[in-house]
């Protein structure tokens, strides 16, 4: 399949997925997004996740209109810099209420007109938020960039026992499909008191490292609780620029370097 001419002026795509919802996948996207955008990096966000598009809200675009040019959609920014932009099903909807109620060939079309008609320009990261599990949406995103040659997949868990079942499937699904994977990242790994700062294991610990450990695969990093992150995801703030020395933030910076030190080389960098 011929690359869209568009996305050949994007640098790095990182397809965040996760075996089943529920695991934080849309809040672990957002915060990759915001960490690289802090790191001076341009970047784009597409959410794929048609049923459930949480993206807008959660980047503090919801309700702006996307609005079409003579050569494609123009993504929507999050502030006049133009240092992240956003495009999501959520933009096209009437009320953000509504249903998608569609069947799996519409819904693969909406996802190639994604990948092909949006005017991202020069970025060097794309970051896709994809739906949970493993389905028809998930081989339609990697066959249509197939050509461009995805950085990989951050594969998404949390410590409990069922939602790393679910996970193996997913990292059994990037095997399938030739999908590198990039890491895995055990989100709601312990929970910040708001008063002492001391971190508690609410669930249980340890089980995306092993997970990590069993497919030979990186490590990426554990992400604590904290009620400051769900309040900024409710608020459409930046918890990245409130709370830069928080312990999730510390450790979202931890994984964005370990990300930048595998991308894979880009026509576009200098070198």
């Known amino acids: 399949m ?30 990759l997004a915001l960490t690289l955008v ?18 807008p809200h959660m980047l503090n675009v919801e309700g702006h209109d996307v609005h079409q040019s003579s050569e494609g959609w123009v993504p929507v920014y999050t502030d006049a810099s133009q240092r992240l932009g956003v495009m999501s099903i959520g933009f096209l909807l009437q009320n953000k209420d509504d249903a998608v109620v569609w069947r799996g060939p519409k819904k693969n079309a909406m996802i190639k007109q994604f990948l092909t008609d949006v005017l991202w320009g020069d970025l060097d990261y794309l ?27 951050v594969v998404v868990t949390t410590p409990q026992g069922v939602a790393l079942a679910d996970v193996r499937r997913e990292l059994s699904f990037c095997v399938k499909l030739k999908l590198p994977i990039l890491g895995v990242v055990e989100n709601m790994s ?41 309040q900024c995801l409710e608020e459409g703030q930046s918890f990245v620029d409130l709370y830069p020395g928080s312990p999730v933030q510390q450790e979202m910076v931890k994984i964005v370097a370990k990300l930048a030190g595998q991308n894979k080389p880009s026509s576009t960098d200098v070198h």
Do not use: W
């Open 2 to 31: 011929e690359t869209s001419p568009i996305l050949s002026n994007v640098k790095h795509v990182i397809l965040v997925l996760s075996g089943k919802g529920g695991v934080g996948k849309s809040t672990v996207a957002t915060q």
């Open 38 to 55: 802090q790191a001076g990096n341009k970047v784009g966000v597409l959410d794929i996740d048609l049923c459930g598009p949480s993206v």
């Open 190 to 230: 312990g929970y910040i008191c708001p008063h002492c700062k001391e971190c508690s294991n609410v669930f249980s610990m340890g089980g995306g490292e092993s997970l990590a450990e069993e497919f030979k695969v990186p490590f990426l990093g554990r992400l604590p609780l904290d009620a400051r992150l769900t």
């Open 127 to 153: 970051v896709v938020d994809t739906p949970p599990g493993t389905s028809d949406e998930h081989i339609s995103v990697v066959e249509n960039l197939s050509d461009l040659r995805p950085d990989g997949a």
